[in-house]
C-alpha cells in the first residue's frame, strides 16, 4: 500500500523551529520530485516548498524562503522540511505529496496534479 505519512508539527512558539518529515512506504520515493504544501484556516492552499529526486533542485516561497529547508534521505525514503524562525502566519496544515512523474521541482511544479498525498501535520505558532 503507498502511504505518505507526515509527522513532526506541533505548538511552537514564534520564532521557534520545527522539522517536519514526510516518510514514503509501498514505493520509492527517491525517484520523484517532492513538495510541500500547507493550508491555512479558510485560505487556499499553498506550495511552499520541493525538492528534485537529484536533491540538487530546490524551491521556496517567498514567505519562507531564508527561514525553511526542505532536505531528503532517499535511503530512508524520507523528505524533511526544517523550519526555522517561525511566525504566527506559518500556522497551517502541512502536507506532502509527489506525483510518479519525472517532472523538475520549481514554481509550477505545484500546480500539476500529485498521485499521492499524506494525511497532513498540524504546525500551531502561537505565543
Known amino acids: 500500500q503507498v502511504q505518505l505519512v507526515e509527522s513532526g508539527g506541533g505548538l511552537v512558539q514564534p520564532g521557534g523551529s520545527l522539522r517536519l518529515s514526510c516518510a514514503a512506504s509501498?514505493?520509492?520515493?527517491?525517484?520523484?520530485?517532492v513538495g510541500w504544501f500547507r493550508q491555512a484556516p479558510g485560505k487556499e492552499r499553498e506550495g511552499v516548498s520541493c525538492i528534485s529526486s537529484s536533491i540538487s533542485n530546490t524551491y521556496y516561497a517567498d514567505s519562507v524562503m531564508g527561514r525553511f529547508t526542505i532536505s531528503r534521505d532517499n535511503a530512508k525514503n524520507t523528505v524533511y522540511l526544517q523550519m526555522n524562525n517561525l511566525k504566527p502566519e506559518d500556522t497551517a496544515e502541512y502536507y506532502c505529496?509527489?506525483?510518479?512523474?519525472?517532472?523538475?521541482?520549481?514554481?509550477?511544479?505545484?500546480?500539476?496534479?500529485?498521485?499521492?498525498w499524506g494525511k497532513g501535520t498540524l504546525v500551531n505558532v502561537s505565543s
Open positions: 505529496a509527489t506525483a510518479r512523474v519525472l517532472r523538475s521541482c520549481g514554481r509550477t511544479w505545484f500546480y500539476y496534479g500529485m498521485d499521492y
Open positions: 509501498g514505493f520509492t520515493l527517491g525517484h520523484y520530485t
